[in-house]
């Protein structure tokens, strides 16, 4: 078997969901694993690095305890992934190992991913996998992970560790083939798209529900990974992974929907800054400071007209106009009770109202990143070379 237009991208991570891996009565579905296992191979062999993004591991550890089916406790889907996790990771080596490949297994939380020393920490844990040719499988770890610091489906997750490694590709294998126009299994007359040039409010409109009981995501949180990955340059790909030999399908023209990457993507800061997904407050902004912003310059204090949330200086804030739609996401330069105290004030004024001298910007334009406008963007990496 050969991979063929995959082959040209450097480093590919692949998202698999729970329900192409478990089956509910039989467990884990070992000769589609072992298909994919081949498409991993076939692909190292054309030096292309592979990530593998994998959920299945409270699926698998529910069929391996006998849990019963329906929604489980948070204690019971916790002690599930304890047991599904080896299970999983055993699985993942066995099936890697017979083409002499390591598998090293990676478990992230969001904090893992949203607090910068430890972005950097599991990035460089996983670029050496990689160094060494091991293929990293990654999953949150849902051992620990409740609703409050999780990331809740690993489309998401996916799209963090194709930002956090430079990805050139993102793929998810779903049980959906593609994008359509609407959910398939409610509108008979949705139409198929094999390719979104940017994910627009349009093509957000077209999300269904999750259609699987297995999976927490549905096309709305692929679409959120689309954004994610795309802002930064990365491509991706949503398909079908319910064939055997997926990766090589897509290759073969199977059906799939390729959404095309940012043509000014963000650097590696401002794609850690962009993709958080909790903002720890929300700063409201004028019009003249939002013109501002676009055209590449900094959050004055003279633009705030409001100051939500308790965040501490170098925390990420959601920077949102008027009608309280988010236009920008920054780091604040100062903590929520300083930047309450100076917001409307003009930047000179800073010192006799604080006592101190600080800096003239609420959120420099070096750690801000504005929404809508790939120009805007590209106008603010220049300026900061």
Same mark, same amino acid.
């Not at 956090?164 to 994008?179: F, R, T």
């Not at 990766?247 to 799939?256: F, P, Q, V, W």
């Not at 800054?273 to 903002?279: D, N, P, V």
């Given at each position: 078997?050969?991979?063929?237009? +995959?082959?040209?991208?450097?480093?590919?991570?692949?998202?698999?969901?729970?329900?192409?891996?478990?089956?509910?009565?039989?467990?884990?579905?070992?000769?589609?694993?072992?298909?994919?296992?081949?498409?991993?191979? %076939?692909?190292?062999?054309?030096?292309?690095?592979?990530?593998?993004?994998?959920?299945?591991?409270?699926?698998?550890?529910?069929?391996?305890?006998?849990? /019963?089916?329906?929604?489980?406790?948070?204690?019971?889907?916790?002690?599930?992934? %304890?047991?599904?996790?080896?299970?999983?990771?055993?699985?993942? %080596?066995?099936? +890697?190992?017979?083409?002499?490949?390591?598998?090293?297994?990676?478990?992230?939380?969001?904090?893992?991913?949203?607090?910068?020393?430890?972005?950097?920490?599991?990035?460089?844990?996983?670029?050496?996998?990689?160094?060494?040719?091991?293929? /990293?499988?990654?999953?949150?770890?849902?051992?620990?992970?409740?609703?409050?610091?999780?990331?809740?489906?690993?489309?998401?997750?996916?799209?963090?560790?194709?930002?956090?490694?430079?990805?050139?590709?993102?793929?998810?294998?779903?049980?959906?083939?593609?994008?359509?126009?609407?959910? /398939?299994?409610?509108?008979?007359?949705?139409?198929?798209?094999? +390719?979104?040039?940017?994910?627009?409010?349009?093509?957000?409109?077209?999300?269904?529900?999750?259609?699987?009981?297995?999976?927490?995501?549905?096309?709305?949180?692929?679409?959120?990974?689309?954004?994610? %990955?795309?802002?930064?340059?990365?491509?991706?790909?949503?398909?079908?992974?319910?064939?055997?030999?997926?990766?090589?399908?897509?290759?073969?023209?199977?059906?799939?929907?390729?959404?095309?990457?940012?043509?000014?993507?963000?650097?590696?800061?401002?794609?850690?800054?962009?993709?958080?997904?909790?903002?720890?407050?929300?700063?409201?902004?004028?019009?003249?400071?939002?013109?501002?912003?676009?055209?590449?310059?900094? +959050?004055?204090?003279?633009?705030?007209?409001?100051?939500?949330?308790?965040?501490?200086?170098?925390?990420?804030?959601?920077?949102?106009?008027?009608?309280?739609?988010?236009?920008?996401?920054?780091?604040?330069?100062?903590?929520?009770?300083?930047?309450?105290?100076?917001?409307?004030?003009?930047?000179?004024?800073?010192?006799?109202?604080?006592?101190?001298?600080?800096?003239?910007?609420?959120?420099?334009?070096?750690?801000?990143?504005?929404?809508?406008?790939?120009?805007?963007?590209?106008?603010?990496?220049?300026?900061?070379?």
């Amino acid at each position: 078997m050969s991979i063929g237009a +995959l082959k040209s991208y450097r480093r590919i991570v692949v998202k698999i969901g729970s329900a192409l891996l478990v089956d509910r009565a039989k467990g884990l579905k070992q000769l589609w694993l072992e298909s994919l296992g081949a498409d991993i191979a %076939a692909l190292q062999m054309q030096g292309v690095e592979v990530l593998v993004v994998s959920s299945g591991a409270i699926a698998l550890g529910r069929t391996v305890l006998g849990l /019963p089916a329906g929604t489980l406790k948070l204690e019971e889907s916790q002690a599930a992934a %304890a047991a599904g996790q080896i299970a999983l990771a055993k699985a993942y %080596a066995d099936v +890697l190992g017979a083409h002499n490949i390591v598998a090293g297994q990676v478990l992230l939380t969001l904090s893992d991913t949203e607090e910068r020393r430890r972005y950097l920490n599991a990035r460089a844990t996983i670029e050496t996998l990689l160094r060494l040719k091991a293929v /990293p499988v990654i999953n949150e770890n849902d051992t620990v992970a409740t609703n409050e610091i999780r990331y809740g489906d690993n489309d998401r997750l996916a799209a963090r560790v194709a930002t956090m490694l430079g990805a050139d590709l993102l793929i998810l294998l779903s049980d959906i083939d593609g994008l359509y126009t609407a959910p /398939p299994h409610k509108d008979p007359n949705a139409e198929f798209l094999p +390719l979104v040039e940017a994910i627009t409010p349009d093509v957000e409109a077209m999300a269904g529900a999750a259609a699987s009981e297995l999976s927490r995501g549905g096309m709305k949180t692929k679409l959120d990974a689309g954004k994610i %990955a795309n802002a930064a340059g990365t491509a991706m790909i949503i398909t079908s992974g319910i064939r055997m030999n997926p990766l090589a399908a897509i290759d073969k023209g199977e059906r799939s929907t390729l959404f095309m990457p940012s043509h000014a993507p963000v650097n590696a800061w401002k794609v850690w800054i962009s993709g958080h997904l909790e903002a720890a407050g929300r700063v409201v902004i004028d019009d003249g400071a939002l013109k501002a912003l676009k055209s590449g310059k900094s +959050l004055l204090p003279a633009g705030v007209r409001e100051v939500h949330g308790d965040f501490q200086r170098g925390d990420t804030v959601s920077i949102v106009n008027m009608q309280g739609m988010e236009v920008a996401r920054g780091l604040a330069g100062y903590d929520a009770g300083d930047a309450l105290r100076i917001a409307g004030h003009k930047s000179s004024e800073i010192e006799a109202i604080l006592g101190y001298f600080a800096r003239s910007s609420m959120v420099h334009r070096n750690d801000l990143v504005v929404r809508g406008s790939r120009e805007a963007v590209q106008a603010v990496l220049e300026e900061s070379v």
